[in-house]
């Protein structure tokens, strides 16, 4: 990724504008959390990537063997249109 320095000056509320140029390169919109960092005077501002709750999957120890989640849904798709066989469809 590139190195840029800009500067922005912060409004009465605390608020600063982050530079065109750098919301473009990080991809930030309207509603983007960024997270800071504060290390003596040095302030990092990283983009916070939300992740999937499966990005978590294998993350925590289990005595359960860990099973496919797309296959986890299948066989839950299979077992409703079973039932809704068995006792008809109304719409």
């Known amino acids: ?48 990537q939300k992740k999937s709750f499966l990005d978590y999957a294998g993350t925590l120890k289990s005595k359960n063997k860990f099973r496919d989640f797309h296959k986890i849904r299948e066989e839950t798709m299979n077992l409703v249109a079973k039932e809704i066989t068995k006792e008809g469809f109304d719409e």
């Open 1 to 48: 990724m590139s190195k840029y320095t800009n500067t922005a000056t912060m409004s009465t509320k605390g608020q600063i504008t982050v530079p065109k140029n750098i919301r473009k390169a990080l991809s930030l919109r309207e509603g983007s959390e960024v997270v800071f960092t504060v290390t003596n005077d040095v302030i990092i501002a990283k983009p916070l």
